[in-house]
C-alpha cells in the first residue's frame, strides 16, 4: 500500500507540475505580446511575383497596420491597407495555441476569425498567413512600440 501512495503522490505532483507549466507559459505569452505594435516590413507573394515593402517604404506610402493587444485577450487593430483608401478599425480578441495566433474580430458587422502563424524575435512579432489554396502568402514584420 505505501509503494501505492508513493505513486499515486508522485503522479499528482508531476500533472500538477505540467498544469502549472502550461499556464505560465500562457501567462507569459499574453505578457509578451501585450502592448502596441507597429507594421515594420510587408511582403506579399504570389505565383508570379514576391513584393516586400520596408519601413521606408511603408512610411513613404503613409502605410498604417497598427496590433494592440490588451489585457484580457482583447484586441484592436487599425489599417489603411484594405484598399478603400480609409483608416479602418476592428476590435476583437486573440488568442494563441503553439506557434498559432487567432484573431477573432467584428469586421462590416460580420465575426471573422483570421489565423495566422506568429514567432516573436528580437522584439519583432511575425506574422505568417496564406490563402487556403496557398496561391498568395502575406508576411508582416511588427516591432513594438
Known amino acids: 500500500m505505501t509503494n501505492t501512495l508513493i505513486m499515486k503522490t508522485t ?7 505540467f498544469c502549472i507549466t502550461a499556464i505560465s507559459i500562457s501567462n507569459a505569452q499574453v505578457e509578451v505580446l501585450n502592448g502596441t505594435w507597429n507594421l515594420n516590413e510587408f511582403t506579399f507573394i504570389n505565383e508570379e511575383n514576391t513584393d516586400t515593402m520596408n519601413s521606408d517604404k511603408l512610411r513613404e506610402d503613409d502605410s498604417v497596420w497598427d496590433l494592440f493587444f490588451m489585457e484580457t485577450n482583447k484586441f484592436k487593430q487599425t489599417s489603411n491597407m484594405s484598399g478603400s483608401g480609409t483608416m479602418d478599425s476592428q476590435e476583437g480578441t486573440w488568442k494563441t495555441s503553439n506557434e498559432n495566433l487567432t484573431f477573432d474580430l467584428e469586421m462590416n458587422e460580420q465575426k471573422i476569425e483570421l489565423n495566422y502563424t506568429y514567432e516573436l524575435k528580437d522584439n519583432t512579432l511575425i506574422l505568417n498567413r496564406s490563402n487556403p489554396v496557398g496561391t498568395m502568402k502575406v508576411i508582416a514584420k511588427f516591432k513594438r512600440i
Not at 503522479?11 to 507540475?17: G, M, Q, R
Request: no cysteine; aromatic share 28%.
Open 11 to 17: 503522479n499528482f505532483l508531476l500533472v500538477s507540475f
